[in-house]
């Protein structure tokens, strides 16, 4: 690593502990400000927020490596996540927003489920405890192992070093300025981001010669290159596009809209994170689509290595960073990736400890626990799903790699489909929202690791439908009639109205 890289690197990680630092002073006296910042974001940090940790490196490194690898027909994943975002602006945050706080201000969606459907046996709580428990713990040690792999790829480190000096910064600042911590690192994260990714495909068509001379170099290399359809099939586009499903049950995004001050402003919040996602998008598309040229026109050894491999190829942004700019820039666009992978591992790490203190913790081990119990309870959490993350990272295998990398289809399918029912459809019931989770659930596992014929379609498209056939006929079933939750409906759809005029 050059001294100016470093330099870079370590003042971005000094930024994100000064600011847990801050938010400790500011919004950490209970355990509710800890784990959800007191609902008191403002729309500019809600949407950059929930962009940088829904985003993880995916962004700087797998879309354009894949642009780069396949053409333009790798834009359907982000055609589809930029609708299934709007989407979760329009349908779910206002409603969520409002129905927490009036389902006895719930502050983590196991505990919304089971205040919304009055759930006294806590089963939804249990169960959707579980699978986040589970699946955000795998979630936040993959994080930690692009951190190493990040290190060692970009730096020349070593592995083992990359991984502890990633997850120890965001552990830091995580543990000691919680949730207010944790959304305004990603607020600064999504900032670099989205700069990196606009400056970077501009400097690149600029050295090459202009748009023109760009196109006309990435056509001769095949037509395909810049074509939607192309290189892709029919199943292939639908389950690109599937990726959107997921949105509506990602707990780490969906707490976001949880957490904001006043839910009029989601309405600013939707226009900013939509324009922040489309512009980073377009910055990941473009550059895998100019480095062809790039490399064509400069620097066709590297054009080999990065043609004979996919994972070579997800490189180009590191390529970029370090070939045309000085290194003291280079270090600040590759703090970027860094900022992505810190972004979902923090985001992540505390939706998981924030399950493990209030439906766990709160729910049976200590019922009366006093706020400063809680409070001390949600920072031992974080230390401790941290640890468990941490020691599955420094020895990563492919089983625990490959469950993680299915986690976003696990969730969309069995949090996805109730989300939207809890939130739309009046006569959901207990029964149908626990069988559509399980049913959801279990069927995204099943398409992933037993051998059957439909292995193209990606497992959210039918651990989605079936999770929601099952919560829907269920439901209309099992539904009785309760004049709590139905005032309680009324009541929000009523808000919803008047608030977001």
Do not use: C
Not at 55 to 77: E, K, V
């Amino acid at each position: 690593m050059q001294i100016y890289e470093a330099i870079s690197i370590g003042l971005y990680m000094l930024l994100m502990i000064a600011i847990g630092i801050y938010s400790y002073r500011k919004s950490t006296s209970t355990s509710e400000e800890f784990l959800i910042g007191g609902r008191k974001l403002g729309p500019l940090v809600t949407a950059l927020s929930a962009g940088a940790a829904d985003m993880s490196g995916w962004l700087l490194m797998g879309l354009p490596g894949a642009m780069y690898f396949t053409g333009l027909s790798s834009a359907w994943i982000a055609i589809g996540l930029t609708i299934g975002a709007y989407l979760n602006y329009v349908l779910v945050a206002p409603r969520l927003r409002i129905y927490t706080e009036v389902a006895q201000n719930a502050i983590t969606l196991p505990v919304f489920f089971q205040n919304r459907y009055k759930d006294k046996q806590h089963i939804l709580k249990i169960t959707s405890s579980i699978f986040i428990l589970i699946f955000f713990t795998l979630y936040t040690s993959a994080g930690m192992v692009s951190g190493g792999k990040l290190f060692e790829s970009a730096f020349g480190m070593d592995y083992l070093t990359g991984v502890l000096v990633t997850s120890l910064v965001v552990i830091l600042y995580t543990f000691i300025g919680g949730f207010l911590a944790v959304s305004l690192t990603d607020f600064i994260q999504g900032t670099i981001m989205v700069v990196a990714l606009l400056i970077v495909p501009a400097v690149a068509i600029f050295e090459i010669g202009g748009t023109a001379d760009t196109i006309a170099l990435i056509q001769s290399k095949g037509d395909h290159y810049l074509s939607l359809f192309k290189g892709t099939t029919i199943i292939g586009i639908f389950s690109l596009l599937a990726w959107g499903l997921g949105y509506f049950g990602q707990p780490h995004i969906l707490v976001r809209f949880m957490a904001i001050d006043n839910p009029k402003d989601l309405i600013k919040a939707k226009n900013i994170g939509i324009s922040w996602m489309v512009l980073t998008v377009l910055g990941a598309l473009s550059i895998g689509l100019v480095g062809i040229a790039y490399l064509i026109k400069f620097d066709n050894s590297t054009m080999q290595i990065f043609d004979a491999s996919n994972r070579e190829a997800e490189t180009i942004f590191i390529y970029f960073a370090r070939g045309l700019f000085h290194p003291f820039v280079g270090g600040f666009l590759l703090s970027a990736i860094l900022a992505a992978v810190m972004s979902t591992i923090s985001s992540q790490l505390l939706v998981t400890s924030s399950s493990l203190t209030e439906d766990i913790y709160k729910a049976f081990i200590n019922r009366k626990a006093t706020p400063k119990n809680l409070l001390i309870a949600s920072r031992i959490s974080v230390l401790i799903v941290a640890v468990i993350a941490l020691a599955l990272s420094l020895q990563p295998r492919d089983n625990i790699l490959n469950l993680v990398g299915n986690a976003w289809a696990g969730f969309g399918a069995a949090f996805g489909p109730l989300v939207l029912l809890s939130l739309l459809y009046k006569k959901s019931s207990k029964a149908g929202a626990l069988t559509g989770m399980l049913v959801g659930g279990f069927t995204v596992l099943i398409w992933i690791y037993f051998e059957h014929p439909f292995k193209d379609w990606y497992e959210l498209i039918p651990g989605f439908t079936l999770s929601l056939i099952a919560h829907i006929v269920v439901s209309r079933f099992t539904y009785e009639p309760n004049l709590i939750v139905d005032n309680e409906f009324d009541e929000v759809e009523k808000m919803k109205k008047t608030v977001m005029k």
